[in-house]
């Protein structure tokens, strides 16, 4: 069974930085798109970074310039480094891959999630 499991939640004050990991463990054959999604109380998750197979990366306008999102294929990890928070980066951070099985059958999966906390 696939699994993607978050790391690098917590507690920052603004104009600080955190760095997020999210691994994928199980039976893959490959991953392709890779991405992190926030979600805070009340609101809808919102796409915040992907990053494709190839390595091309996108990003919500309200992160540009201030997070940075990679990946490691051969861990099969994504990684979000978060720099310059603001108290509205506080959220639950989720992790997204779209996993490739060797029935070449394409599904996503999602994480558990990690808290971001940025006080003012």
């Known amino acids: 069974q696939v699994q993607l499991v978050e790391s690098g939640g917590g507690l920052v004050q603004a104009g600080g930085s955190l760095r997020l990991s999210c691994i994928a463990s199980?039976?893959?054959?490959?991953?392709?798109?890779m991405g992190w999604y926030r979600q805070a109380p009340g609101k809808q998750r919102e796409m915040v970074a992907i990053?494709?197979?190839?390595?091309?990366?996108h990003y919500a306008d309200s992160v540009k310039g201030r997070f940075t999102i990679s990946r490691d294929d051969a861990e099969n990890t994504v990684f979000l480094q978060l720099d310059s928070l603001k108290p509205e980066d506080t959220s639950v951070y989720y992790c997204?891959?779209?996993?490739?099985?060797?029935?070449?059958?394409?599904?996503?999966?999602w994480g558990q999630g990690t808290q971001v906390t940025v006080s003012s």
């Open positions: 997204n891959a779209r996993v490739l099985t060797y029935a070449r059958t394409e599904y996503p999966l």
């Open positions: 199980g039976v893959i054959f490959r991953i392709n798109d």
């Open positions: 990053i494709t197979s190839g390595g091309t990366a």
